[in-house]
């Protein structure tokens, strides 16, 4: 197998110098100065030695312990100086690849594709790995300068003498006993995780804001205290075998370098006994051999970084370079003259092996408002996401005015679509944004939102939230909280952003909202389905469990198990008895017996 074990390197690396050249420029230029100032504190005290006990002048031994000082300083500051520099850019480069995973995400992969296990764990390791890759523009500063380091230090020690290269081995001994040292320190941290999650979870319960509540109302605070307590006396138990097995280790594996080093400081001073030497060479060996250690722990540690990083970008650059399923290329139309066909439509989810969907074939004419209803688990979201074009049909095809869905483009049905979904998203944004997200191009347009917001029945919302620029939600910044049924009236104005979708769907509105709040959407709704349906024919669905709400419709679907069990208008399929009748009767009994108590 092909080693990629710095395959990271030249990727992120030109990553880096297309975002910001100069930056990266600057910050590897200030590293590099400061990481060669460390043998160059060395090469200074020998000759500054060397001068001193030649009875060089005053003025001369005074510029050389600038040089020194200088040297000193470059070490200790540039570096650092450095570090602010590519930092950010190591921030730049992490926005870069998170777009990247983002951009293949959305144009690579369905959304069904995206929900397979193997593909979601996968998003989720990129999404992890570009976190790590961050670094690596750190580290492969680093590990060049530190390269460059270590070569100009053998350069020194090999002046001396070639034996003395043998020191930069032995301090490969402490690296690798520190590697091995890390095993009994993971197990003991796998022993012990049974300890620390219970510790998060008990931390959890007695300071997150939705258990503190319940931990008070129940009187448990001592006793989760308590439960904190003894799992963490369990868990400092078990590490500290870990730790004293890891210290142990490390300190066998400074042996063979501290002999080294011994050995490297008596054989200079041989050296400089026998006149082959001088005294500022020994003086240098003493400052290099403190350095070297250091050197080759951090060359190895940036290596190891470098190749963690490597790694995680393959899986990334397979994510983006993934060929995405073969896409249409044709428009919808303008206007919806004939309306939508489902033909013998069928949807297996991966990895599934009862279809969630069978065999659905119905024709919807243009204009029409249709009620799709069941119970939950009949497939009614899912027939919604399919005529959406989020799933793609595994069996089957839907027409649009005779047109293969699958011949359309994605990204133009999608402009034609608005959907308020029950699983809809809140975003902690301005309400102007909240909304206008909806029609991303219109999102800076406060008329569209408002007339948006107005199609939605939302307005008197917004003017008792303080208008479109009241920022909604806390995750992000202190804003105004919303109730479930606001949260959803925002949603639905998102979802009517759109000026003339050819397709309109309203999914479980009623799901957190009371009757007389269902009501009140599900009119502004029918407005909005009948203006849309007049100017481009739009065909509006209204998904839901609740029967007593789709009496206005002009087409009930009723699902059941995956296939259509019955299509007709409500009075009608009252009249025709069966199924559906069996479920609007239990709900109306249901109703009628929770009103009288």
Known sequence: MKNRSLSAVPTVMALAWRTDKRRLMIGGGLVLLGVLAQPGVALGIRALTNRALAGEPTSTLVVLAFVVAGCLVGQLMLSHFGHLWYFE?????????????????????????????EVADGIDLARADVARIRTTVEATILLTTVALQLLFTCILLASVSWWLLLLPLAALAPVAMTSSAEAPLQQAREDSAVH??????????????????????????????????????????????????????????????????????AWSAHLAVQGQTTIGDVVMILALTTQVGGQVANAVGQLNT?????????????????????????????????????????????????????????????????????????????????????????RGRILIDETDLAEISPDAWHARSAALFQDFTHFDFTAQQCIGVGDIDQIDNPAAVTTAAERAGALPLITAIGGLRTVLGNRLQPGRE????????????????????????????????????????????????????????????????????????????????????????????????????????????????????
């Open 89 to 117: 850019l190591g921030e730049q480069v992490e926005t870069e690849l998170n777009l990247m995973v983002a951009r293949a995400i959305h144009r690579n992969q369905p959304l069904d594709a995206i929900e397979r296990p």
């Open 196 to 265: 620390a999650r219970r510790i998060r979870q008990t931390r959890d319960s007695l300071t997150l804001p939705d258990q503190v509540k319940e931990t008070r109302l129940g009187h448990a605070d001592r006793r989760l205290i308590g439960i904190h307590d003894h799992a963490q006396r369990d868990y400092a138990h078990g590490m500290r075998r870990g730790y004293l097995s890891y210290t142990l280790r490390r300190g066998l594996g400074q042996l063979p370098f501290a002999a080294a080093l011994v050995a490297s400081i």
């Open 306 to 394: 470098v190749t963690t990083a490597s790694a995680g970008l393959q899986r990334i650059l397979t994510l983006a370079n993934s060929r995405p399923p073969s896409r249409g290329t044709h428009q919808p139309p303008s206007v919806l003259a004939q309306g939508i066909e489902l033909d013998h439509l069928g949807y297996t989810y991966p990895g599934a092996t009862t279809p969630a969907l069978r065999d659905l074939t119905l024709r919807i004419p243009a204009g029409t408002a249709l009620a799709v209803v069941g119970e939950n688990g009949a497939g009614k979201s899912t027939l919604i996401q399919i005529l959406q074009g989020l799933y793609r049909p595994t």
């Open 482 to 597: 919303l109730s479930g049924g606001q949260w959803q009236a925002i949603g639905l104005a998102r979802a009517l952003m759109h000026d003339q979708p050819l397709l309109l769907t309203l999914d479980e509105p009623g799901h957190s909202l009371d009757p007389e709040a269902e009501i009140a959407m599900v009119e502004a709704y029918e407005r909005a389905a009948r203006d849309y349906a007049h100017r481009a024919g739009a065909i509006a669905i209204y998904v839901t469990h609740r029967l007593s709400s789709v009496r206005q419709a002009d087409i009930v679907v009723v699902l059941r198990d995956g296939h259509i069990e019955a299509v007709g208008s409500h009075d009608e399929l009252l009249a025709q008895g069966g199924y559906y009748k069996e479920l609007y009767t239990m709900q109306a009994d249901a109703y009628s017996r929770g009103n009288d108590e």
